[in-house]
């Protein structure tokens, strides 16, 4: 089957750090991606891990265990404009992606 | 570059109608993705063209809906008759190789 979990909403102070874990289940598994959603808007691409490991891009870090079915996405020196919905969502063999439900987070002053 | 576009951004229909959606995807990406996000749901994919073929189109919920990408270019997805359960936000993406993008969604509203 084809499954994705991830917190539902998460909230952290402006300055701090924070990590969206996610747990997948999937068939044909070909990588994982995180995507960023602001309320109304088009979701938007952040990672993509398809080897074990950690990627690190600015701020933001995303890492994955394949053996696991385990990935992360960290978040550094957060700020308000930070608050949004993190979608982590797995990927087929054939391009088709399969999202978890997001996780809202809340980033406080 | 323009991004992925798509048309209307809102429709309002009542029950039994015919709606068609359109979205035209970043120029010279041969792959075009639809997928949907009801209430309270995760996003789930509904189909894949790659050009003007159907690649997957697997997550289709019925033959109420027909997609159509003629000629490669822009796509079209068509529900006919709107029923209720086909209310929520259709979101097409494009890509050239994994990454894909999204356009701002089309929310759909059957009354």
């Known amino acids: 089957g084809q499954n994705i979990d991830q917190p539902t909403e998460m909230t952290a102070t402006e300055g701090a750090i924070v990590q969206i874990n996610c747990t997948y289940q999937t068939s044909g598994f070909n990588g994982l991606f995180w995507y960023q959603q602001h309320a109304g808007e088009a979701p938007t691409f952040l990672s993509y891990n398809v080897l074990d490991g950690l990627e690190e891009k600015g701020r933001f870090s995303s890492f ?9 996405l960290l978040l550094k ?17 054939t391009g088709k992606l399969i999202f978890g439900q997001g996780t809202t987070l809340q980033v406080k002053p | 570059e323009a991004g992925v576009t798509q048309f209307p951004s809102h429709s309002v229909i009542e029950k039994g109608q015919t709606v068609t959606l359109r979205c ?40 109420r809906f027909l997609a ?10 068509k529900v006919q008759p709107a029923e209720l359960e086909d209310s929520g936000v259709y979101f097409c993406a494009s890509s050239h190789s994994y990454e894909q993008y999204f356009g701002p969604g089309t929310r759909l509203t059957v009354t």
């Open chain 2, 24 to 63: 035209d995807p970043i120029s010279g990406h041969d792959n075009l993705y639809w997928y949907r996000r009801v209430m309270g749901k995760e996003i789930k994919f509904l189909l894949h063209f790659v050009k003007e073929s159907k690649q997957d189109e697997s997550g289709m919920p019925n033959n």
């Open chain 2, 68 to 77: 159509e990408r003629t000629g490669g270019t822009y796509s079209t997805l």
């Open chain 1, 77 to 93: 020196e957060l700020q308000m404009k930070d608050s949004a919905s993190y979608l982590c969502v797995s990927s087929g063999n």
């Open chain 1, 64 to 72: 994955l265990s394949r053996s696991k079915g385990y990935s992360y």
